[in-house]
């Protein structure tokens, strides 16, 4: 079991020992001080919601909010907090706001909106060339017809007089 034996003082600072290795406290929990970590932002840091905790302290604290891309403030009530959570609104945001180049198009969403778009794109071109080419197979089609009417005798052209010949002589048949 790890635990950690902290003063009053000490869990003020930004700085703990724990098992002999130097931690710092990044946003209420604690964190080897690799360089790789500090300010790689992870879900652990910027997506989870906010947690005040049981403890009755007023910290004021600062949290990412992803639904408004923004940094926030909240009172921390002093234990149980998660990892987003933060001294200072620079911190939150050096962590936790979007980069411009992964706003820009380099990251794997944009790659796929990208692709997507390309698609549809794609599929609307397609629909035209498809549309184009029935309005020009109708348009032959209308233009055959009209140079080469109907011989008599060729054919099952029907007259009027021919319905009236045809009705007369089912009615006489009844």
Not at 50 to 63: D, E, H, K, Q
Not at 113 to 120: A, E, G, N, P
Request: proline share 7%; net charge positive; charged share 20%.
């Amino acid at each position: 079991n790890l635990t950690a034996t902290l003063g009053a003082a000490e869990s003020l600072s930004p700085h703990h020992h724990f098992l002999g290795q130097r931690q710092e406290n990044l946003g209420g929990g604690l964190c080897p001080t690799y360089p790789s970590l500090k300010f790689l932002p992870t879900p652990a840091y910027c997506t989870v919601p906010r947690v005040t905790g049981p403890c009755r302290a007023s910290f004021l604290r600062w949290y990412y909010s992803p639904a408004n891309r923004t940094c926030r403030q909240f009172i921390y009530g002093g234990c149980r907090g998660n990892k987003n959570n933060y001294q200072h609104e620079e911190e939150c945001l050096k962590r936790c706001s979007p980069k411009p180049e992964d706003i820009g198009g380099t990251g794997a969403d944009s790659r796929s909106d990208f692709l997507s778009t390309k698609v549809l794109a794609l599929g609307v071109l397609l629909a035209v060339l498809a549309a184009i080419l029935l309005g020009y197979v109708t348009d032959i089609a209308l233009k055959t017809c009209r140079r080469k009417p109907e011989l008599p005798g060729v054919g099952t052209g029907w007259s009027p007089s021919d319905y009236k010949e045809y009705l007369m002589s089912n009615a006489y048949t009844l």
